[in-house]
């Protein structure tokens, strides 16, 4: 009896162990990330402003928002970006994971060379970048010390060509993850597939087209969800290559959103602001994780 009570005890404590020693990450993940979530969206229907308000005011910041020309500048400028980002990304991506798929010498040491980005911060890269592209002090001062004096490169400091500065910060930085993805989905294609094609006479485009690209087709929606992801959260990067910057040339929603919450005292409408872009990155991850469940079952 005695016995089987030790034995019952064990095998409670084997289920309950992982659930008490993981029970305190869960709480701090509740409270600190949805909890703050729900109080975000709670705040963008008061009338807070330099603090947190209870002064229910209903839709009246969405409606302020929607006719803010800030928040239509900060759309347009995430419509390009974004754009330019997953398609550059993506296509860069596919691109070097072919070129890495053809198994040659130096494979290892060209993967790390275009992982290594991903490893610093998009503040670092950021910041890196600005050097790279100030016209004082970067890549246009450079050429012009040694004897190229009609070289410009002031695309930092161009109200209609900044945008594209952020993209080639972002791509630099994200292109190598996005190729890691792609090189793990054509190592797990077939070989025999592969094979037959080309015992049939399929040329490489045609291989490419009509076999090996269709089956990446799950590599292609994990890119898009988690660039587009990106994409819409964006706020480090601009903070340190532009600041939003030259005028509102830069800013994007994640930084109007800062703006308004911390710097213009208008939290609510901040508030309003983020909790758009959190219903659009479910509008993105929701279908793609229903996708995923569904293809388990």
């Not at 970048?129 to 016209?135: E, G, I, Q, V």
Request: hydrophobic share 55%.
């Amino acid at each position: 009896m005695a016995v089987s009570a030790r034995m019952d005890f064990k095998s409670r404590l084997r289920i309950w162990l992982p659930k008490l020693v993981l029970s305190p990450s869960l709480a701090m993940v509740l409270v600190f990330v949805y909890g703050f979530i729900a109080f975000s969206v709670y705040l963008s229907f008061t009338d807070s402003r330099l603090l947190p308000s209870y002064g229910w005011v209903g839709w009246e910041n969405y409606s302020k928002l929607w006719r803010l020309s800030h928040w239509e500048i900060s759309l347009a400028n995430m419509g390009i970006f974004a754009a330019l980002y997953i398609g550059s990304c993506t296509a860069l991506g596919l691109g070097l994971a072919i070129f890495l798929d053809q198994k040659i010498r130096i494979e290892g040491v060209l993967r790390t060379i275009y992982l290594y980005p991903m490893a610093l911060s998009f503040i670092v890269t950021g910041t890196a970048w600005k050097w790279f592209l100030d016209p004082g002090i970067g890549l246009e001062n450079v050429m012009q010390t040694w004897g190229w004096e009609t070289f410009g490169f002031d695309w930092i400091k161009n109200r209609n060509l900044a945008i594209y500065t952020v993209v080639l910060a972002a791509v630099w930085q994200t292109s190598g993850f996005v190729m890691a993805m792609f090189l793990a989905g054509l190592r797990g294609i077939d070989n025999e597939i592969i094979k037959a094609a080309q015992i049939d006479g399929a040329s490489n485009w045609n291989l490419y087209r009509r076999i090996v690209i269709p089956q990446l087709r799950p590599a292609f929606l994990s890119a898009f969800v988690i660039l587009g992801h990106l994409a819409i959260k964006t706020f480090d990067l601009v903070i340190a290559l532009t600041g939003g910057g030259p005028g509102r040339a830069t800013e994007l929603p994640a930084t109007f959103m800062y703006s308004y919450a911390f710097t213009r005292n208008q939290m609510g409408i901040g508030a309003a602001s983020a909790t758009i872009m959190l219903m659009t990155i479910a509008a993105i991850m929701i279908p793609y994780l229903y996708a995923e469940l569904r293809e388990k079952r």
